[in-house]
């Protein structure tokens, strides 16, 4: 395992006749494999191709994401989450056009300093998008190096992410590092799965030490995750007599920061009449409609939101500070509402 490129042949050729045909490695443009990796970082394969297309197709390059109206770009974004990514990709466009007249500058530093670019995706773009040698190296990678080289160490640890880091670069073919780093990613991704790898079919069974174990599965190591946070909240879904909804635009700080939601009464569960009281405070006519409160519930990274949302109805007034009234035309096609209210947003429609 130790000479250089031992893994390479094999491996490139299983990825060139086996791949996936996505829409971004058609055309791995810089811009199309940042836009791509960004997507991927928290979304299904199959989940973010709708997305990516409609993004790219409204978008098609770094000066039009820099000048696209932030609503507009939520919008896009909207049902993909973690809006800082998609925050992050406009100040970088921005970045890349008033320094690098509106292209991604071919340098992997320079790549780094860009907001939301971190080693991973700034090693992605330089390798798949400019064809530089340079690591990309994902859960994916992390799992089949480990396996390869039968490799205990917690993957969590930086020390044993550089020394993986350092063996991808061992095998790296300078003249083919994007398709070599997408086949790594591709062979975690279809073979060597996080559940029970299918080594029969991997193109690098005879080289690999954790088959030779005989028990590769129980690789990688890494330490338990820690316990979500649990928090409740109570919010109230308020229609007013034109048949529209109330938002609040959340803080400009911490989870979904400016993004709209049903306006939250209180960090905790309230019942019916703390509800209606809490509503008042914010529409002083507000009437709590005879139905069974929604309850939902959502995951994040390291919090869980428990919510209780009261249906209630109040005359035609101008929005409390910080709201607005959305028709559900508006709702559907203006406002973008994160995937946690998902539940209510039914509702609301
Ligand atoms: Fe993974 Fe099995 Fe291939 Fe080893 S032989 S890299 S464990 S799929």
Not at 152 to 176: C, F, L, R
Request: glycine content about 6%; proline content about 9%; charged content about 20%.
């Amino acid at each position: 395992m130790s000479e250089p490129f031992l893994i390479a042949q094999p491996l490139l050729h299983w990825f060139w006749a086996n791949h996936r045909v996505l829409p971004f490695r058609s055309d791995p443009t810089p811009y199309h494999v940042w836009v791509s990796e960004i997507m991927l970082q928290q979304t299904r394969v199959a989940a973010a191709v709708p997305y990516y297309e409609r993004f790219v197709q409204e978008l098609p390059d770094i000066p039009a994401l820099a000048a696209c109206e932030e609503e507009r770009l939520l919008k896009l974004w909207e049902g993909l989450g973690y809006y800082s990514r998609v925050r992050n990709l406009q100040k970088a466009a921005r970045i890349v056009c008033e320094q690098y007249g509106g292209q991604l500058p071919g340098d992997l530093a320079a790549l780094k300093k860009l907001p939301g670019i971190g080693d991973y995706t700034a090693g992605a773009i330089a390798s798949i998008g400019f064809g530089i040698p340079a690591p990309a190296v994902d859960g994916n990678v992390l799992r089949v190096f480990a396996r390869l080289y039968n490799d205990e160490g917690d993957i969590m640890q930086p020390a044993v992410k550089a020394a993986t880091t350092q063996k991808v670069m061992a095998q790296q073919p300078a003249e083919a590092p994007g398709d070599f780093n997408q086949a790594l990613m591709e062979l975690g991704a279809l073979v060597c799965t996080p559940g029970q790898p299918d080594c029969a079919a991997c193109p690098l069974q005879a080289l690999c030490l954790g088959r030779q174990s005989g028990n590769p599965a129980r690789l990688p190591q890494k330490a338990p995750k820690k316990a979500r946070k649990k928090c409740e909240l109570t919010l109230c879904l308020a229609q007013d007599a034109a048949g529209r909804w109330l938002l609040q635009k959340r803080g400009e700080q911490g989870v979904l920061a400016g993004l709209w939601q049903p306006p939250v009464l209180a960090e905790e569960a309230l019942d019916e009449k703390k509800a209606l009281a809490a509503a008042q405070k914010l529409l002083p006519a507000a009437v709590l409609l005879k139905e069974k409160p929604l309850k939902a519930k959502h995951i994040f990274t390291h919090l869980e939101w428990h919510m209780t949302a009261y249906v209630m109805t109040a005359p035609c007034t101008p929005p409390p500070e910080g709201c607005v009234w959305a028709s559900p035309a508006q709702l559907e096609q203006e406002y973008t509402l994160p995937g946690a209210f998902k539940t209510l947003r039914k509702r609301m429609l």
